[in-house]
């Protein structure tokens, strides 16, 4: 009688076949030769999304080389879980350049030079602000992909024209506007600053209120760590934001403004039913208002930007900016084609032309942009004055993202602001200290 | 049908038998080997691993950079606001959330269960409501999450809970977008989701009830709430243990629902350890940190399931 | 256990006796229909939801188009092509399947040797297998995610499944252990006699008189494993392998909350779930029931 052991041993065989799976090996160093395949990965979505597969696509059709976009919201986790479990995307487009130097000095990106590429012919398409944002610690990891102002806020030119407002050109120009719409009976502002994913709009409007209120160099101390956070120009900036940002003049007040997304924000102004008048956001609001919110605006006239204000005329009118940087994970040919072909000018003229993006390239001219808003913003870009990186997105580790956190609290509680300030001063030290 | 004969390991056998004993052997590591294997390798080295890990600080890509004894620990009770703050009153923190469900999520899904199971014994159509009340066990956290953030929804054209609260002239509340009161708006919603097992339960055990004692008890007089309240209520301490049981370790474990419907916010006013866990370990590299919350995790449930055990244990030489 | 008796009190034996009860039993009625009500309407709101058009669902209330009647399959459309959600169902089904079924053999095997093998230290490993199901899941995923790398799993579906059937052995082998011993000891003896080695025994005697308990966890299992997230989140790297509640979960911030790709995603989320729960309803309740009341 024959014992049937086969079950088990069956099983034992299965487990046996899957250990001996073999996985890739890591590539020593040097640049190996590509396989023809490479994945992008990155948090855009919606429009966004599409107007970069366009570039892919160009980009494969170049150069044979086939390319997979993948997407997700939580950047940083699924990196860490890509990283940890051996299988990093060839490319990724990092949205904040403090992770940038985060994972450079993990030693997690290749930079420029180990891939093969000549980082000085690089950066030439690119003006000194942009390129510093892409090296960390005199190395270049990356190349700026997209860049955007920050410093613009939407309103309906139609509505401006009814109550005869004109273009706020300083902060109580703006006030005033505010004052009135209210006093019509309209919700002057709408904000969108839920949770985790929208809790940079808010930051937004401090580093705008703050740069303009507190001088650049005040701006530069403050998100390098040499500045505290408890400082009494933060609390001034503060104030000031406060003063606008709140139950009275937000539509729905601040716990609607804490419950909803910057995409719904963008609707309470924009959209079929509109609640409010106007959105502080940066260039991208136009992109998406024209694609998801309300295909019917018309530029011009429902639909307009105009620069932030000047609040302390010795400070001038700083332009905060933002920026996406694409670096490369793997060390293969492949990638390095890629972040060589996301730096041409060829590449970002396709981009913009989809009137998505605005694009730090220097090779890119008013003429390749579409649509008014986005060419306006280009502009915007290249004539500022100054130029100030998004502070937030420049602080190192997880500050970045408690900045916005703290911001949420402090418009729901101005009271608290200087507990507030005084623990999330703690955890900057802390955080800067490690970062040295 | 009903032998409750429990094989339990019998004096070792004599002469001619031996070999067959010693077969057995061989035969029991064939069964029980595959799960023996897969459970050492992927859970208990794992646990083992992590508790070492949480000895220790990680860079970003989860690799050990040096070990820092205690310290983790000591931060995390002690200089983490998000995780526990006693600087305030009341106290706030990750750990003060999963307090908030341990009292509310636990005890109304009891009361509730319990209420539906008495109630529905009585109409014609209970199995049509307590088919009703449990359906959402089925579905996911997720999907739970989901369905409640439509409810929620601060627009009242959309959020059925703020239609309501206009109808009656007041202003919509941003249930998830306050911290006042996003807690209690989740809880809420799991409470949706699990009252079905405590009703189930209960109901089951209700009917378990020998009818003589009932019937003595009403025709000597005693009333509906009497009978409920001295006669079953106590009976029924087995299985609300039971059902208090499982949705204590349930609240250990909280993360789907947060992860989906707030993300944590706002700010930090819906976090609970499970989340803080992934959020240290992932969104922010610290994987030792995390992974002293994952022990802390473990040291909350072990309590719960000893007196599980024990409950088990003490089942098994009574019945 | 008592067999059940389902009413608690005298059924009403004139008219007017059950008018009565009827009537003074309204204030239980219109409690159950209220918490009914409550129940039913959040899931039955998103349904709705799912059906009308986009623009619709800004503008006017849900109730209300259950009167206008201009509903849509639209939304599904979308969302199974342009959100993904057809080749996350599939990837469900091939995360659950083998988490399923490997856990569900490897706990069968065990749990019969803990019932009728004897064998030193049999009830003390026992006990610390069952000791095991405590440990949450947060314990293992850091130390599961680097070793899957080592050895080369982190592709693909290997690690998850793997993952899953660590996890879910525990129960299972509780389950199905409690489960085996409650079998007729005389038919195990006499199969014995006749020589059966126990893999026939097992496979014989034991398997075919415990379909109820092996359909209460595999079910249970079933459920588990569609419904997770977390594990999901952690060890399916590549992004065309996302089961459903990881690509529905993209789905909330890439456009905001549009309720009208959200809800129709849910439900594709819910069908399997419900329709499991539906057909084989029994063997779940029994499955929790036995896993916690003994």
């Given amino acids: ?436 | 049908m009903s032998s409750t004969a429990v094989p339990g390991p019998v004096g070792r056998p004599r002469g001619r038998r031996l070999p067959f004993y010693k077969r057995e052997n061989w035969q029991a590591l064939l069964f029980i080997g595959p799960a023996v294997l897969v459970l050492a390798g992927l859970v208990l080295y794992p646990l083992i691993n992590t508790i070492v890990l949480s000895f220790a600080n990680t860079n970003g890509r989860l690799e050990i950079t040096r070990w820092v004894g205690f310290d983790n620990y000591k931060t995390l009770f002690t200089d983490d606001k998000d995780f526990l703050n006693l600087e305030v009153f009341p106290p706030e923190g990750a750990l003060i959330n999963n307090l908030k469900w341990v009292v509310l999520y636990t005890s109304i899904s009891l009361a509730l269960g319990l209420l539906i199971a008495v109630l529905s014994v009585r109409v014609f159509y209970e199995s049509y409501i307590k088919a009703v009340i449990f359906i959402p066990m089925a579905i996911s956290a997720t999907a739970v999450a989901i369905i409640w953030k439509f409810v929620y929804d601060p627009d009242p054209n959309i959020g059925s809970l703020n239609a309501v609260i206009s109808a009656f002239g007041a202003d919509p509340i941003s249930w998830y977008g306050r911290a006042d009161v996003v807690n209690y708006a989740l809880i809420f919603a799991y409470v949706w989701a699990s009252t079905g097992f405590a009703m189930v339960v209960l109901s089951a055990a209700l009917k378990g009830i020998s009818q003589e004692v009932i019937e003595a008890a009403r025709t000597d007089g005693a009333s509906e709430w009497d009978i409920f309240r001295r006669i079953q209520l106590p009976l029924l301490s087995l299985p609300i243990s039971v059902v208090a049981v499982w949705l204590l370790i349930n609240v250990i474990k909280l993360f789907d629902i947060i992860y989906v419907m707030t993300g944590g916010g706002p700010g930090n006013a819906s976090e609970v350890i499970a989340f803080t866990m992934y959020d240290e370990t992932f969104q922010n590299g610290e994987a030792g940190y995390g992974a002293a919350v994952a022990v802390v995790m473990l040291l909350l449930i072990v309590p719960i399931m000893l007196f599980n055990i024990r409950r088990f244990r003490s089942e098994r030489v009574v019945g | 256990m008592a067999t059940a008796e389902v009413s608690v009190e005298r059924p009403a034996a004139t008219t007017g006796e059950k008018a009565v009860r009827m009537i003074s039993r309204t204030p239980i009625h219109v409690g159950l229909l209220l918490i009914a009500v409550i129940w039913l309407v959040p899931t039955v709101g998103l349904a709705v939801t799912s059906f009308r058009p986009r623009d619709e669902i800004q503008s006017s209330s849900w109730w209300s188009s259950l009167t206008d009647f201009n509903f849509t399959l639209h939304n599904y459309d979308l969302v199974l092509t342009n959100a993904k959600m057809g080749t996350a169902f599939v990837s469900s089904l091939m995360i659950t399947i083998p988490s399923t079924l490997l856990p569900l053999t490897l706990a069968a095997m065990a749990a019969y040797a803990f019932s009728w093998i004897r064998f030193p230290f049999r009830d003390t490993i026992f006990l610390l297998i069952v000791a095991l199901m405590v440990v949450p899941i947060q314990m293992a995923l850091v130390p599961l995610l680097q070793r899957f790398r080592d050895f080369g799993l982190a592709d693909w579906y290997w690690g998850i499944w793997l993952a899953h059937t660590a996890f879910g052995l525990p129960l299972g082998i509780f389950l199905l252990r409690n489960f085996f011993i409650t079998l007729p000891r005389d038919l195990i003896e006499a199969a014995k006699v006749d020589g059966a080695s126990h893999a026939r025994i097992f496979l014989k005697v034991v398997l075919p008189l415990s379909v109820p308990a092996l359909a209460s966890f595999a079910i249970f299992q079933f459920l588990w494993v569609w419904n997770d997230l977390l594990m999901a989140l952690i060890f399916v790297q590549n992004s065309d392998l996302w089961p459903m509640t990881i690509r529905i979960n993209q789905l909330q911030s890439t456009y905001g909350i549009e309720w009208h790709l959200l809800s129709a995603g849910a439900f594709l989320l819910m069908i399997v779930p419900l329709a499991v729960f539906f057909a084989l309803q029994r063997y779940f309740v029994q499955g929790l029931l036995s896993g916690s009341v003994k």
């Fill in chain 1, 1 to 436: 009688m024959t014992r049937k052991r086969w079950l088990p041993i069956a099983v034992l065989a299965a487990v046996a076949l899957a250990l001996g799976a073999c996985g890739g090996d890591d590539g020593g160093g040097g640049t190996k030769e590509g396989d023809g395949q490479l994945t992008v990965f990155s948090l855009w979505g919606g429009s966004e999304q599409e107007a970069f597969q366009k570039v892919l696509d160009k980009f494969t059709a170049d150069t044979g080389i086939k390319t997979k976009y993948e997407s997700a919201r939580d950047f940083l986790p699924v990196i860490r879980t890509k990283l940890a479990a051996g299988n990093p995307p060839e490319v990724a487009i990092i949205p904040r350049p403090g992770v940038v130097a985060e994972l450079a000095r993990d030693d997690s990106l290749i930079s420029l030079e180990d891939l093969g590429l000549d980082p000085d012919k690089i950066n030439e398409n690119y003006s000194d602000t942009w390129t510093s944002l892409a090296t960390v610690d005199d190395t270049v990891y990356g190349v700026v992909a997209k860049a955007n102002s920050k410093s613009t806020i939407w309103y309906k030119p139609n509505s401006f024209q009814q109550n005869n407002f004109q273009i706020p050109k300083t902060w109580d120009e703006l006030m005033q506007i505010t004052k009135d719409y209210k006093a019509k009976g309209d919700s002057p502002w709408a904000v969108g600053a839920q949770g985790r994913d929208n809790s940079w709009t808010l930051t937004d409007w401090f580093e705008n209120i703050y740069a303009r209120q507190a001088g650049q160099d005040n701006y530069t101390k403050l998100f390098n760590g040499d500045l505290a956070f408890n400082d009494q120009s933060v609390k001034d900036a503060l104030n000031t934001m406060t003063s606008v940002v709140n139950d009275q003049y937000v539509a729905g007040g601040i716990d609607t403004a804490l419950g909803i997304g910057f995409v719904d924000g963008i609707g309470r102004v924009f959209s079929k039913h509109p609640v409010a008048e106007m959105y502080m956001e940066g260039g991208f609001v136009g992109g998406i208002a024209l694609g998801q919110v309300n295909k019917d605006l018309k530029v011009g006239q429902d639909i307009d930007f105009f620069p932030w204000p000047q609040i302390n005329q010795a400070n001038g009118n700083p332009l905060v900016g933002g920026g996406d940087v694409a670096s490369a994970f793997v060390n293969d040919s492949d990638a390095a084609k890629l972040i060589d072909y996301l730096a041409t000018p060829e590449a970002g003229k396709i981009w913009v032309s989809t009137g998505a993006i605005a694009s730090p390239n220097k090779g890119v001219t008013a003429s390749d942009y579409p649509n008014e808003l986005v060419s306006k913003e280009a502009e915007q870009l290249k004539t500022a004055e100054s130029f100030l990186f998004d502070g937030s997105d420049l602080l190192p580790g997880t500050l970045g993202q408690d900045f916005g956190t703290l911001l949420q609290k402090i418009v729901k509680n101005p009271n608290n602001m200087n507990t507030l300030l005084d623990d999330y001063q703690a955890g900057a030290e802390k955080a800067f200290a490690q970062q040295d």
